[in-house]
């Protein structure tokens, strides 16, 4: 199976898996049931690299080619938390020592200090409820606050004046903007209601949730669940 990334363009993994009976390119649904179904992740800077690591699935970075800030800066967590490979035959190599059971995930001190480092509350409650507690206390700590002076808030204006005007400008020249309707539409597909109070269902049943929860459309892509 090969799974391109969402922003990448998929003719071109299609075009050449149409050359290979046993190869097929698939771009759907989340990665997390891939990888438990895998037995190993090739990769080069993703992060699906780092998920990989999570759930104890052997990840290979592959990198024939190498760019140092890009690599230095932005590649370096997934690829230090896998088997580095710099060429085809160490990539060979490694995929067999995994297939055979020899090799596991890229083990090692570092390493784990490193996952900590980056990955915080992998034990105790779960991210939605540390995040509602956040919030909470910002709410209250906002009532206790005094208004911000007048030179912190024209400061405040103007820094989102000049970036809206700039998101404008970029809006006007496709090749510049991220918002571009068709890159949009690629990468947050169009999900019904019917599929998000299926996803909710799932979660309260995973987490033992039996309070009755209502989805409604709110605007857009957006929904709106409340109890």
Not at 52 to 63: D, I
């Amino acid at each position: 199976m090969v799974r391109p990334h969402p922003v990448e363009n998929q003719e071109v993994y299609h075009r050449i898996a149409d050359k290979c009976k046993r190869v097929r390119v698939i771009n759907k649904g989340n990665v997390v049931p891939w990888l438990l179904a895998a037995k190993a992740l090739i990769h080069n800077g993703c992060t699906t690299g780092i998920e990989a690591y999570a759930l104890g699935v052997p990840a290979v970075a592959h990198r024939v080619r190498g760019h140092e800030q890009y690599d230095r800066d932005f590649h370096q967590l997934p690829n230090q938390l896998s088997h580095e490979c710099f060429n085809f035959e160490e990539l060979r190599a490694t995929l067999e020592q995994i297939l055979i059971g020899r090799l596991g995930i890229a083990n090692g001190g570092e390493r784990k200090a490193l996952m900590n480092r980056h990955l915080a509350a992998q034990d105790g409650p779960l991210a939605c409820e540390r995040v509602i507690d956040v919030l909470e206390n910002i709410t209250e700590e906002m009532s206790e606050m005094p208004e911000p002076a007048i030179r912190d808030r024209l400061k405040s204006w103007v820094w989102a004046t000049k970036r809206r005007v700039k998101k404008r400008f970029r809006g006007y020249r496709p090749h510049m903007s991220h918002n571009r309707p068709e890159f949009l539409r690629h990468r947050y597909p169009k999900i019904s209601l019917d599929e998000i109070r299926d996803r909710v269902s799932g979660f309260q049943q995973l987490l033992g949730y039996d309070k009755e929860l209502r989805v409604q459309p709110f605007a857009g892509q957006f929904f709106r669940i409340t109890s």
